[in-house]
């Protein structure tokens, strides 16, 4: 090649492949400025305000602001690395192009190691695969109670990868997002309560309902419990009777995680109320008037 065609050649080239980067840089820009506009479009329809009846729908349902930001957030970076990674291949191989670089050998060789590297991380790249989806399905986030199946516990942390569980002993669980065949959220939509009330079987049953009854009520009336219930208790009746005692049952759909407190709190108020209204407690045995056995 004489002088002038070289000074030609670097006339040309080199200024395509500026142009290239540049566009490239240009692009990418771009891209991830309408990823950016997006999730913070989302982001804020998201914190629109709500209504108290939207607020509690939306919690029984597992929404959360702050977990719905995150989840975008995610997804945001996740789109972003993706477009950065896609540019800069579409950049590279056109530099190389340019440079008179041959890419059928290049991209055969990477055609052959892809399929190698791909048999070889099967495992890995179905771990990140499952994780992709379980952010952007929102199974569950860190700080919810789930079964996986292998280990049921508090989230911990969420990765593309793996994912952190610690169970009610303290023990941290690793498990694979390839792994998890199933998930049991236990900490999103509604919980079920279920408050049992033994009485003496000689007592007077419809008293005693009329009384679980109007504490329910007054339980769902009270504004440091009414947030956590999705519907009023509900009063079932006589749920068992064995030997001298005879239990009532009362039903309360609640916001998942509150079930607990809520089942103590309302035992307490509906024991306190039978005792006040002179409902019998269990008996150790039946009356003599009901025939027991010697």
Request: proline share 4%.
């Amino acid at each position: 090649m004489s002088r002038a065609e070289t000074w030609e050649w670097f006339q040309g080239v080199p200024i395509r492949i500026l142009a290239t980067i540049l566009l490239a840089v240009a692009l990418r820009w771009l891209l991830h400025r309408v990823i950016r506009r997006a999730v913070d479009l989302a982001i804020s329809r998201g914190d629109a305000d709500r209504n108290r009846a939207e607020r509690v729908l939306a919690h029984a349902t597992g929404w959360s602001r702050e977990r719905h930001r995150q989840r975008l957030a995610t997804l945001g970076t996740l789109l972003r690395s993706t477009v950065t990674l896609v540019v800069s291949l579409i950049a590279g191989l056109t530099v190389m192009s340019l440079l008179d670089i041959p890419l059928a050998p290049l991209l055969a060789s990477a055609g052959v190691g892809g399929v190698a590297l791909g048999f070889g991380a099967q495992s890995l790249v179905k771990d990140f695969l499952s994780g992709i989806f379980m952010i952007m399905e929102d199974q569950y986030g860190v700080g919810d109670v789930i079964d996986t199946g292998e280990a049921i516990g508090t989230v911990v942390d969420v990765t593309l990868r793996v994912t952190t569980v610690r169970d009610a002993n303290g023990v941290t669980w690793y498990v694979r997002n390839g792994e998890i065949l199933r998930i049991g959220n236990k900490s999103q939509g509604w919980a079920t309560a279920y408050v049992d009330l033994p009485i003496a079987y000689d007592a007077d049953v419809d008293d005693a309902l009329r009384v679980l009854a109007e504490s329910a009520t007054a339980f769902a009336a009270d504004p440091q419990w009414s947030a956590q219930l999705v519907e009023p208790p509900q009063v079932l009746g006589v749920e068992s009777i064995l030997g001298a005692t005879l239990t009532l049952r009362i039903l309360v759909k609640c916001t998942a995680g509150a079930e607990f407190d809520i089942q103590r709190e309302l035992r307490r108020r509906a024991k306190d109320a039978l005792d006040l209204a002179g409902i019998p407690g269990p008996r150790l045995a039946f009356p003599p008037d009901q025939g027991a056995t010697p």
